[in-house]
């Protein structure tokens, strides 16, 4: 009997290719993404590289991520193999096989295509693991090892996870078997369809929740609301998309077909008729590749982002090669001026600019555009539409609308830095607000009106020890050291506690050994601090930039590795559906086709119709994911921004870009697989 099983199986297999080799494929894909993730969350050479952890911890996330979407899209692409298999398998049993003779055909079918998923999916994933890894490696400026690293635990766990997958395959199998008779299932492949009913109030339901959506990418204007808002925003277009498709555009043609001028004109009458059985039996499916395409341009352009950013975003966070900020602080609360923190003097200054001077003649560097200053900041709120710029109550919710950024500093340094003339009296304030907060209008100043002069040309990223591109921002420069230590007792009245004050020095620089430059600042500023402040412990920050880069260069490297394989991921699904489709369109065209020969029409017409039909069911999905995407682009910017510095103009672009990509890349697709539905169709 394992003999005729055997060959049952594999002639099952050879005679039913078109949907079998897909399947094979796009499962070996699978097998190669999966094993792919967990090599490299193994390899040492990643792990023991700079940034390497970053990958690493990115690498972790993704193997999640492609897990839950490898469980969904393996059962979505074996049920495209599971149907229409009613009738081979009634034809099986009219022919004398039993219930379990044809559950075990079905386990040698599954064993066979396992083999050939492992193998071919492990052999191509060992050879685009060494691709990737070279490319990572090139892009962290490492150099490149050369042979393979082949991990024996990565291939045993995805073999593991891929048998477990095709048993679940044998299960459904065996319970769609086991749930119906063999008659039965014979019946179900031939019974008839009803035509389908309009449900307005469903499409009522879609055209509100993708209104919905639209409404907030379109009108949402600050990135930490965009943020809170993504999934909402998702989750209602996505519910949108799949009622609107479903019961849509079946409303639609009901619609159509009630215009009796309209639905009794030869082109309309047979395209109407036959689009509302398509639509019935293609909705879902059309609904999934049209979320599916709209997440492959997403996922496209803000790769793409992630690569072109990378410097600017650098450059915005870190303007200077180097920056030290160092925290005075009195240890004892008790102090004598009664203040926890307190503000660096210009002697400290000076002593800290004198440390890392003699650090540089040791290490040969030349210093360029010295800066320090000494400030304090918090995140403000703009209250009720007046600015009063009071420190935001932490135990109250996040106001992410009416957020600020404020920077305390004192004249004398931004008269240091900046070459301006400053020579505010005492109380006096001067202001530089970049994104017109104040609005030309009187400064509420901790419940106090003032008024204020207005900077302009100040370079914003050199008074922040962190920079964000989030919040709005604006400084405020104050006369005196007593004037930015009132600003404490102010804040310290609303949230009983006081924040920092902070001294920061920022230059240029090249340093020869990064790593050892570092160090030795690390001991130089230390030392330095203790000298000023004892017995206290994380009192300073230092950062170089060149450093930082790679580090947030690890991150990026990581991150769009996993964003590309989910492009190929979502890419090779849609092409899967797209294939499946139209195999599943010819054989139910093949028999409309005689059908309509039949009746009397002629060749021209019955292959304009079917073409008309097709291209309306296959562009659908492309259309409605360009209209998501247009809708999001805003949107999706403003989500990018926490991550990456790009403006909107080049995000756009790089949107529209990946747009055309994927439509012409669409457009292939359909091309190539027109050609089985036209084969099928014929013969």
């Not at 309009?198 to 639209?214: H, S």
């Not at 077909?257 to 689009?275: A, D, M, R, T």
């Not at 803000?302 to 870190?318: C, E, F, R």
Request: hydrophobic share 45%; proline share 2%; with cysteine.
């Amino acid at each position: 009997m394992f003999k005729l099983y055997s060959r049952l199986a594999i002639q099952n297999i050879h005679n039913d290719r078109k949907r079998f080799v897909p399947f094979l494929l796009a499962m070996s894909l699978l097998t190669l993404m999966m094993y792919n993730f967990i090599s490299m969350g193994m390899n040492p050479y990643i792990l023991n590289s700079r940034g390497g952890r970053n990958i690493i911890q990115v690498l972790t996330v993704g193997r999640w991520i492609v897990g839950i979407a490898t469980l969904i899209i393996s059962f979505y692409a074996y049920s495209f193999v599971l149907k229409g298999r009613q009738e081979e398998f009634s034809l099986l049993n009219t022919l004398g096989l039993e219930k379990k003779h044809i559950r075990s055909m079905v386990l040698i079918e599954l064993l066979l295509l396992y083999l050939g998923t492992i193998v071919l999916g492990i052999t191509l994933g060992i050879l685009v693991d060494k691709l990737i890894f070279a490319a990572m490696t090139m892009f962290l400026d490492g150099q490149v090892k050369f042979g393979f690293f082949i991990s024996a635990n990565a291939i045993l766990y995805t073999c593991s996870i891929f048998l477990a997958l095709y048993f679940g395959f044998f299960i459904r199998t065996g319970f769609q078997i086991q749930l119906h008779s063999i008659s039965s299932l014979r019946q179900l492949s031939s019974q008839g369809e009803k035509e389908p009913k309009a449900k307005t109030w469903l499409a009522l339901i879609g055209l509100v929740f993708m209104g919905f959506g639209y409404y907030l990418a379109l009108t949402i204007q600050n990135p930490l609301k965009a943020i809170a808002m993504f999934v909402v925003a998702v989750v209602a277009v996505i519910i949108g998309t799949y009622c609107l498709i479903t019961a849509g555009s079946i409303t639609y043609l009901k619609w159509r077909k009630s215009k009796k001028k309209v639905y009794y004109q030869p082109e309309h009458f047979v395209n109407i008729s036959n689009l509302l059985y398509r639509m019935k039996a293609n909705a879902v499916g059309l609904g999934n590749i049209a979320i599916l395409s709209t997440m492959v341009i997403i996922i496209l352009s803000i790769s793409a982002s992630l690569v072109i950013g990378i410097k600017s975003t650098i450059d915005y966070q870190y303007p200077r090669d180097y920056e030290i900020s160092v925290y005075s602080r009195n240890e004892d609360t008790n102090a004598s001026d009664g203040h926890y923190y307190k503000i660096p003097s210009t002697e400290e200054a000076e002593g800290y600019l004198k440390a890392i001077a003699t650090l540089n003649e040791k290490h040969h560097i030349q210093p360029q555009d010295i800066s320090y200053f000494r400030a304090t900041s918090g995140t403000l709120t703009l209250k009720n539409g007046e600015f009063s710029f009071e420190e935001q109550d932490q135990r109250s919710s996040w106001d992410a609308l009416n957020a600020v950024q404020v920077t305390y500093v004192l004249q004398e340094d931004v008269n240091r830095v900046f070459g301006t003339n400053l020579k505010l009296k005492k109380g006096e304030l001067a202001v530089y607000d970049p994104d017109n907060i104040l609005q030309g209008k009187d400064l509420n100043y901790f419940g106090t009106k003032k008024k204020y002069q207005t900077l302009s040309n100040i370079n914003m990223t050199l008074f922040n020890a962190v920079n964000t591109t989030v919040l709005k921002q604006i400084v405020i420069v104050v006369d005196s050291v007593e004037s930015l230590a009132n600003v404490n007792v102010l804040q310290a009245k609303q949230l009983g506690e006081e924040s920092r004050y902070y001294l920061t020095i920022k230059y240029n620089g090249q340093a020869i050994d990064e790593e050892k430059y570092m160090n030795d600042l690390k001991n130089v500023i230390e030392a330095e601090y203790h000298k000023n402040v004892a017995n206290s412990k994380y009192g300073y920050l230092l950062n170089s930039k060149r450093l930082n880069y790679r580090e947030l260069l690890s991150i990026h490297v990581g991150t769009i590795y996993v964003l590309s394989m989910l492009v190929v991921l979502f890419t090779s699904v849609s092409v899967l559906v797209i294939y499946y489709k139209q195999v599943s369109e010819g054989t139910r065209d093949r028999e409309n086709y005689l059908i309509m020969r039949k009746v009397g029409m002629d060749e021209r017409m019955i292959h304009r119709t079917i073409r008309q039909q097709v291209k309306i069911i296959f562009f659908l999905p492309p259309l409605i994911a360009t209209m998501h995407v247009l809708a999001a682009t805003k949107f999706m910017h403003l989500v990018l921004q926490i991550i990456v510095k790009i403006s909107f103009s080049t995000f756009a672009w790089i949107t529209f870009a990946s747009l055309a990509v994927y439509l012409i890349f669409f457009y292939i697709v359909y091309t190539l697989t027109t050609r089985t539905y036209y084969d099928i169709v014929k013969h």
